[in-house]
Every structure is written in C-alpha cells, then in structure tokens.
C-alpha cells in the first residue's frame, strides 16, 4: 500500500494542511471529487480506522439537508452515505504504511490541530 492522502481540492482547509506536510511528493494524491473513493479503499480505511464514523464528516452541508442530524445512523448507513457523496469523507484522510512487515498501517483522519500536527510528524518521518 502507497503513502496516500485523500482530499477535495476545493476545499481551503485541506489546501492549507497539504502546505504543512513534510516530504508531500513521497505521497500518491487522491482527489475524491474527481477520483471517487471506492468501496473497497473505504473498507481498507475503515479497518485502520475502526469504524466507518470515524471518517464521516458531520460538517457536510448535506449532512443537514438530508436531515441526518435527526436521525440513528448505523455503520451500514455512514458507509452508503460516504461512497454516495464524496463531502462525507472527513478530509483530509493520511495513510502510511507500515514500514517492515507485520507493522500495522497509520491512518489520520480530519483536519483537528491535534490530527494536523500528527500528519505533519508522520509525514516526517521515512
């Protein structure tokens, strides 16, 4: 599995964490409104992640359209929602590899100071 980072190039707060990450060509870039995340890419995240709501975003505007604020959402239902429309990935999503064999993968997920600064050291490191 590459470094990848998934993210939406029109959004200002993925372009301002892309500027901060050490060694960024050493990174395959996934842009997910041009180049959408397949199921299984989400399944591959979800498993480094633990749970499909932990890459789901809440701050998507159709998050409150939709009315989904109202509503109990299940795993099944993040998941469908997420490989519906691409605003429901929280963005920026980092993964690293692990670097020998047996070595679980790193994922980072969302654009919190504490999520950006771990990007910014892992991305760091070789």
Not at 7 to 22: A, N, V
Request: proline share 6%; hydrophobic share 40%.
């Amino acid at each position: 599995m590459p470094r990848i980072i998934y993210y939406l190039g029109t959004c200002s707060t993925c372009e301002r964490i892309l500027k901060e990450i050490p060694n960024l060509k050493s990174f395959s870039m996934r842009e997910i409104k041009g180049d959408p995340i397949t199921a299984k890419e989400l399944d591959d995240m979800k498993k480094l992640a633990g749970s499909y709501e932990a890459l789901f975003s809440r701050i998507a505007l159709k998050y409150r359209a939709l009315g989904l604020g109202k509503m109990t959402l299940t795993e099944k239902d993040y998941r469908k929602y997420i490989l519906e429309e691409y605003t429901f990935l929280k963005r920026p999503v980092m993964i690293i590899p692990g670097s020998s064999p047996g070595q679980a993968s790193q994922i980072f997920i969302g654009n919190a100071p504490k999520v950006t600064a771990a990007m910014v050291e892992a991305a760091g490191r070789k």
